[in-house]
């Protein structure tokens, strides 16, 4: 599979623990987005970066929320001390022109 | 702000009928504007932009710019096309490369 691959699918926490999901962008592709869904709503930006520099954040991302792209190709997501609020899908997807292609997703639960 | 906006949550059709999913947008620049599909248990996927002009899989969508409409269009509506719709809006100046979405719309093709 050559497209947006997320790991893990699913991630079940605890409250309070820290969480990190991975995302392998197409590999040409120098844009890369994250964005987290909750259910009956569509995907809400959290970050986007140019190759390794991160350009944009959104207020939505607190600052319990961090995100790396270190050497322009993979990048990190990870939230510390987990709430409850916290459930949801994260979406990644990346970009070499106008189209984004997504990623399956992290599900994630905070328990 | 920019919005996208889905009025409908859920449409129900039945098989053949003509379907129109509607998405309204408010920005005063020149937006780019798309529509992804989700299929059950699939990632969501590009489905056509206003920039190409082409039908995919029978849907058309047209950019109306005077009523700032981007609706979604078939006249003949197929059990496979049942999905979530979601809208989604991208736009020139400092945040050309961020997508925002609508809430989605979940069509149903009745048999």
């Known amino acids: 599979d050559t497209g947006v691959s997320q790991n893990p699918r699913h991630k079940i926490t605890k409250r309070g623990q820290n969480v990190t999901f991975r995302c392998d962008p197409i590999s040409e592709h120098n844009r890369l987005y994250w964005y987290r869904q909750t259910l009956g709503q569509g995907p809400e930006f959290l970050t986007y970066?140019?190759?390794?520099?991160?350009?944009?954040k959104s207020r939505l991302l607190s600052d319990r929320f961090s995100a790396e792209r270190p050497k322009g190709s993979f990048s990190t997501l990870e939230i510390q001390r987990t709430e409850q609020g916290d459930s949801a899908m994260y979406l990644c997807?990346?970009?070499?022109?106008?189209?984004?292609?997504f990623g399956q997703g992290t599900r994630l639960t905070v328990v | 702000a920019q919005r996208v906006t889905q009025p409908e949550k859920l449409l129900s059709v039945f098989k053949g009928a003509p379907v129109e999913l509607k998405c309204n947008y408010s920005?005063?620049?020149?937006?780019?504007l798309f529509w992804y599909v989700q299929y059950s248990r699939q990632r969501l996927q590009l489905l056509l932009r206003h920039i190409s002009r082409e039908s995919i899989k029978g849907f058309t969508a047209d950019l109306n710019k005077g009523e700032t409409s981007f609706h979604l269009k078939k006249p003949f509506a197929q059990e496979e096309d049942s999905a979530m719709y979601y809208c989604a809006l991208r736009w020139g100046g400092d945040n050309f490369n961020k997508f925002y979405f609508g809430s989605g719309t979940k069509l149903n093709v009745k048999p």
């Open positions: 970066f140019q190759n390794e520099a991160q350009l944009e």
């Open positions: 920005y005063s620049g020149s937006p780019e």
């Open positions: 997807a990346s970009s070499s022109s106008s189209e984004a292609f």
